[in-house]
């Protein structure tokens, strides 16, 4: 059994506590403004993020552009910006959190719930590609090799 150290944070607790209450204290509006200067730099850095994680249905990519806003709002609050308006700061960091999303939504797009022989079939296509690109040529020996190798690494 590995031992996990357990922290005592009595010591740190005045500070957390204010801390959270300084943004318990910050004020919350009805309505938040972005300019439009902002917004431009909110929609490119997005289309740019959304293009390196690649191939991945226009609904998902609303559903994350949306609640890319309302994680602009929450870290507005937690930066404790008493203000209405969205700046560069809360926006980045809503679309580095978006980037997880969109990871995770291509992660279960392209592998989860594929048998065994589909995750292999796809391992195949990479070493082709891989194999083509060196020049070479991909054969049933250099599969079941690299098929041993992986397999061994798994003991």
Known sequence: MKDY???DLRAYRDNITKKWNDIINTPVHQ??????????????????????????????Y????????KYALLYHILFKKPDIKFDAKDIGWAARISVLHLNDVKWLLEEHGLSDL?????????LKEKCEKQGEKLTTRYISNIISKTALRRF
């Open 5 to 7: 150290p357990i922290n």
């Open 31 to 60: 309505v938040y403004e972005i300019s439009d200067e902002e917004e431009e730099a909110f929609r490119t850095s997005f289309k740019l993020l959304f293009s390196k994680v690649g191939e991945i249905p226009g609904s998902f």
């Open 62 to 69: 609303r559903r994350v552009l949306f609640g890319a806003v």
């Open 118 to 126: 589909e995750h292999i079939i796809r391992r195949v296509e990479v």
